[in-house]
């Protein structure tokens, strides 16, 4: 069992940063990915990206290429996603969550964390 906490997240102005985090523990070294997701309000959840453990390939949405990156630190099996020139369409409940090779797809989830872009 893969154990995910996340932190970070607020309320910040359009065209301001912030970053998240994201730290799975437990069962994780069959870990293929860990990714992440948003949902807003009255909207399906949506792929925003994703980091692949080993070689640390990274992909991303198409709404936020150039403006969100996503970073590791392997020893403590973190994952960061930085969020930069955010918008008020970013506004959402974002979710990390970990992909651990093991048929479940995206099987362990994070408790979600609240960003809100202001106008």
């Known amino acids: 069992q893969v154990h995910v906490v996340q932190s970070g997240g607020g309320v910040v102005q359009a065209g301001g940063s912030l970053r998240l985090s994201c730290a799975a523990s437990?069962?994780?070294?069959?870990?293929?990915?860990m990714g992440w997701f948003r949902q807003a309000p009255g909207k399906e959840r949506e792929f925003v990206g994703h980091?692949?453990?080993?070689?640390?390939?990274?992909e991303y949405a198409d709404s936020v290429k150039g403006r969100f990156s996503i970073s590791r630190d392997n020893a403590e099996m973190t994952v960061f996603l930085q969020m930069t020139s955010l918008k008020p369409e970013d506004t959402a409940v974002y979710y990390c969550?970990?992909?651990?090779?093991?048929?479940?797809?995206?099987?362990?989830w994070g408790q979600g964390t609240q960003v809100t872009v202001s106008s």
């Open positions: 980091i692949i453990w080993s070689g640390g390939k990274t």
């Open positions: 969550a970990v992909n651990s090779a093991d048929g479940r797809g995206w099987g362990s």
């Open positions: 437990g069962r994780t070294f069959t870990t293929y990915a």
